[in-house]
């Protein structure tokens, strides 16, 4: 999974003002992620409730982000669910919200490298 240095930075500040409340969003790119939208829901380390019937169709779609109110970056099984039917790719974004507390997963939950791109 690659995303850009940028947008890491930005998620990771929505993450924190958020705090404590969850946010979580999708993630847009090509074959590097550059973009996101934050989608409103309840993100809680047991429970994600958003309405994913009334969700714009996004073309660039990658999977997934969300942030825990705690150091936790691990997913539950929730999560895990929601992974599963929201794409590739996804990060939890856990306190305190800085790129090495931040953990990647594919679509069956399972961890996986995130490699972020510096702007040339
Ligand atoms: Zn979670």
New binding site residues.
């Given amino acids: 999974m690659k995303i850009k240095q940028r947008t890491l930075t930005d998620i990771l500040k929505v993450a924190e003002a958020f705090y404590p409340s969850?946010i979580g969003g999708l993630l847009l790119g090509d074959e590097v992620i550059d973009n996101y939208v934050l989608i409103p829901g309840r993100?809680?380390?047991r429970s994600?409730s958003v309405k994913l019937n009334q969700l714009p169709i996004y073309v660039k779609k990658k999977g997934t982000f969300?942030s825990?109110p705690s150091s936790n970056a691990s997913?539950?099984r929730?999560?895990e669910a929601?992974f599963s039917k929201m794409g590739r790719y996804h990060l939890?974004l856990a306190k305190p919200y800085n790129k090495e507390s931040v953990k990647a997963y594919n679509n069956r939950g399972e961890e996986t490298k995130l490699e972020i791109v510096n702007e040339e």
């Fill in positions: 969850e993100y809680t380390p994600v969300h825990h997913p539950s929730a999560d929601f939890i």
